[in-house]
């Protein structure tokens, strides 16, 4: 086996695991850690959630795969389970987030096609996330995500993230623009969360120019903000929503729902996937959705979610280091006045996994939904007490 024969992807902290159980991984020396990440807002349910494992032995003993070219009657009870709880009208299943965006970026440009727009274009935000395929890299606020892979795919008009005027300028100017791709919540870019009417408003626009609203949900979905999907705090319908990291618990699949007119602009040979909804992934959506509406799992986070930030508020709140401390659910960050990045490390050491997103400013929690108070208080002290001491060492070094 060569030195290392993985592709230098990703930057991986010194510990692997072997097990999970619940908020808990146990690395493969018997140590234990409190996940408050969950696989970056994956494992909602936590780790080797029965109703999961339950899915995917049963589902696996009978049938996997066919292909799509069949009916899938799985695929169309989890399609019918999502359309209902998000309020649109049909879905169309990925294996990943990305994949759910590219078909979302599809639709836009369809429709635009549709009605005589040759050159379609979206907006997109500054300091977005929307995956790491080229459609998606290029649609991302982000330059060190497209730094080195242009050229871009063109067709994508950026605007600043929650500044409404941005848009009616780009509105005023560009005859081409036929939809807006949005994060309710920017995750990737450190949990920046915009004003509350931010959405109604880019509802508001889209209607009057006939342009389609498409929320990327990716991470925001699936109970972690404190509604099924981040849009379900207000009161507007969005054309299209996708949706992936949460849906399977760790299983991969994706979904790109979408509403009236966007909902019928494929038409077979528009658009496929080989693994979009197999029978299994399907099974475990299936799961996963039911288990977190049955469980009142989107209450649950908002409940604990309030607790964490109240908590936190209490312990670092009149801290210097800490800039501000902000959340929905269970999207929660904590922004360092100065970037630390070894903060990941060190909490690791003291039995937490968190991750630092934000140019290393933003530490982001992501706990599982179904984390208890007890572990949640056991999260906030461990991690007050470490940037405490973490602010008062990095004070007291020398600068230059
Ligand atoms: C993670 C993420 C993606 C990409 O999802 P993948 O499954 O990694 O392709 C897209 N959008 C948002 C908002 C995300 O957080």
């Not at 140590?31 to 696989?39: A, M």
């Not at 871009?152 to 009616?168: E, H, P, T």
């Not at 807006?180 to 880019?202: R, T």
Request: hydrophobic content about 40%.
């Amino acid at each position: 086996m060569a030195l290392q024969p993985l592709m230098n992807t990703y930057k991986r902290l010194s510990v692997s695991f072997e097990r999970g159980e619940g908020c808990w991984l146990y690395d493969t020396d018997g140590n234990k850690y409190l996940d408050t990440l969950s696989g970056i807002a994956v494992c909602g349910l936590g780790h080797s959630h029965p109703a999961v494992t339950h899915a995917i032995c049963e589902q696996a003993g009978k049938l996997i795969h066919t292909s799509n070219l069949y009916s899938i009657p799985l695929q169309e009870q989890l399609a019918s389970r999502l359309s209902s709880i998000s309020g649109m009208d049909k879905v169309f299943f990925s294996n990943s987030g990305a994949e759910a965006n590219e078909a979302a970026i599809k639709i836009a440009r369809k429709f635009g096609h549709n009605k005589g727009i040759d050159k379609p274009a979206i907006i997109v935000m500054e300091g977005s996330f929307h995956g790491r395929t080229m459609a998606t890299l290029s649609a991302t606020g982000n330059r060190a995500v497209q730094a080195g892979f242009e050229p871009l795919v063109s067709g994508f008009v950026r605007a600043a993230y929650n500044n409404i005027d941005a848009i009616r300028a780009i509105a005023a100017n560009n005859k081409d623009v036929v939809a807006i791709l949005v994060e309710p919540i920017l995750g990737e870019g450190g949990v920046v969360i915009p004003a509350d009417d931010y959405l109604a408003q880019l509802r508001e626009i889209c209607d009057d120019n006939d342009w389609l609203l498409m929320l990327d949900e990716v991470q925001t979905g699936n109970g972690r903000t404190g509604r099924y999907f981040a849009y379900q705090h207000t009161h507007i319908i969005p054309d299209v929503v996708t949706t992936a990291k949460g849906l399977g618990n760790g299983f991969p699949i994706g979904a790109c729902i979408a509403k009236g007119r966007a909902a019928n602009t494929f038409v077979p040979g528009s658009h496929g996937s080989t693994f979009g909804g197999t029978p299994l992934a399907c099974a475990v959506g299936l799961a996963v959705t039911d288990t977190i509406m049955n469980d009142n799992l989107c209450d649950r986070a908002a409940t604990l979610g309030q607790r964490i930030l109240s908590s936190f508020e209490e312990q670092l709140g009149n801290m210097e280091y800490v800039k501000d401390i902000r959340g929905k659910g269970l999207m929660i960050g904590i922004e360092l006045s100065e970037a630390g990045p070894e903060l990941a490390v060190l909490a690791k050491v003291k039995g937490i996994l968190l991750n630092i997103t934000g140019g290393g400013h933003v530490i982001r929690l992501l706990p599982p939904l179904i984390m208890t108070d007890i572990e949640a208080d056991l999260m906030v002290n461990t991690l007050s007490k470490l940037i405490k001491i973490y602010a008062a060492d990095e004070r007291s070094k020398p600068r230059n």
